[in-house]
C-alpha cells in the first residue's frame, strides 16, 4: 500500500520514506483556512504558507514587502483547516538574512503562534548558520535553491537559473550543504531538469520542484495560478487545473444581474 494512502499525519519522516520508496510528494501552497481545509482533505502531501501570499494575497509585485506578522495570521489560518498535512511556512525576506539569532528568533515566532510544523528560507551555504541555529531549536528546516524570489532584485529577471556552469556548480554544493546540515527537504525552483535530477539522485532528502521537470522527489505550484485564479502569470511549467478566474467571474456577475432584476432573493430565501 502506498504510504501517502496510510499515514493520519505526514511528517518529515513520511517524506523521508515517501523518497525511499520512490512515492512523489506532493505539495501546494495555501494562505487561508477555507483553502487549507480543502487540499488536505484532498489529500495534498504539504501544505506551503508561502511568502507568494505577497503576490496572490496582498497584490504586491514581489515576495519583499510581505511581513512576518503577516505570515503569522496567514499560516495560523492554514494550520485551523489541516489535519493531515504537513504545513510548513516560509520566513518572509528581512527576517533571517541578518544573522542567526534574528533566523531563529523569527522561526520560533513562526513555530509558538502558528503551530506549523517546519519553516522554509532561501539560500544555500550563505544561510548555513541561521539553518543550524533553527534546526538545533528543533524546528525543521526545507531549502530553496535556484530561482529564489526574494533575491529577484540581485537576478534582475524571472528567468530560469544555473544554466551556466558556475552556477550549476554552485546549486549541487548547496543542496549537498544544507542537505549535510539537516534540512529535511529543499524546493528546486525554476532550473534545467538534467540539473534538478542529478541534485535529486545526490542528496538524501527529498527535492520538491517547480519549473525543475519531473526527475525531483515532489512537485509544487502556487495554489491561485494552477487553478486559473490567477491569469496574468504564465510560465511554461505552470500548468493550470482550472479556469477559476471565469467561474468566479460568471458567478459573481449572475449575482449583480439577479440583485438589480430583484430574482434573488426569491420566496423561499427569505423570512
Ligand atoms: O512562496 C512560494 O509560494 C514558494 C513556492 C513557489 C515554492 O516559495
Not at 531563529?104 to 509558538?112: C, D, E, F, P
Amino acid at each position: 500500500m502506498p504510504l501517502h494512502s496510510n499515514v493520519k499525519r505526514v511528517t518529515t519522516h513520511v517524506l523521508h520514506a515517501m523518497k525511499l520508496k520512490g512515492e512523489k510528494i506532493a505539495m501546494l501552497t495555501a494562505y487561508d483556512y477555507s483553502f487549507a481545509r480543502l487540499l488536505d482533505q484532498a489529500g495534498v502531501d504539504i501544505i506551503l504558507v508561502g511568502d507568494s501570499a505577497s503576490n496572490v494575497m496582498a497584490g504586491f509585485e514581489t515576495t519583499l514587502p510581505i511581513t512576518l506578522d503577516n505570515m503569522i495570521y496567514h499560516a495560523a489560518s492554514v494550520v485551523r483547516g489541516t489535519s493531515r498535512a504537513l504545513v510548513v511556512v516560509d520566513l518572509p525576506f528581512g527576517t533571517y538574512q541578518g544573522n542567526s539569532k534574528e533566523a531563529l528568533a523569527s522561526a520560533i515566532r513562526i513555530m509558538k503562534e502558528t503551530g506549523a510544523s517546519a519553516i522554509k528560507l532561501e539560500g544555500g551555504v550563505e544561510i548555513k548558520e541561521s539553518v543550524e541555529r533553527i534546526l538545533s531549536a528543533g524546528i525543521p528546516v526545507m531549502g530553496h535553491l535556484g530561482l529564489t524570489p526574494q533575491a529577484i532584485h540581485k537576478f534582475g529577471t524571472y528567468v530560469v537559473r544555473a544554466t551556466d556552469k558556475k552556477e550549476a556548480d554552485k546549486l549541487k554544493s548547496d543542496a549537498q550543504e544544507l542537505a549535510k546540515t539537516g534540512c529535511f527537504a529543499i524546493v528546486l525552483e525554476k532550473i534545467p531538469a538534467k540539473l534538478a535530477g542529478e541534485v535529486s539522485g545526490s542528496i538524501h532528502i527529498p527535492t520538491i520542484g517547480i519549473g525543475a521537470g519531473a526527475e525531483v522527489d515532489g512537485q509544487v505550484l502556487v495554489l491561485h495560478d494552477m487553478l486559473g485564479i490567477t491569469q496574468e502569470f504564465s510560465p511554461r511549467f505552470l500548468r493550470r487545473y482550472h479556469n477559476l478566474q471565469a467561474e468566479i467571474k460568471g458567478a459573481v456577475q449572475n449575482y449583480i444581474a439577479d440583485v438589480r432584476s430583484v430574482k434573488f432573493p426569491n420566496e423561499n430565501e427569505q423570512y
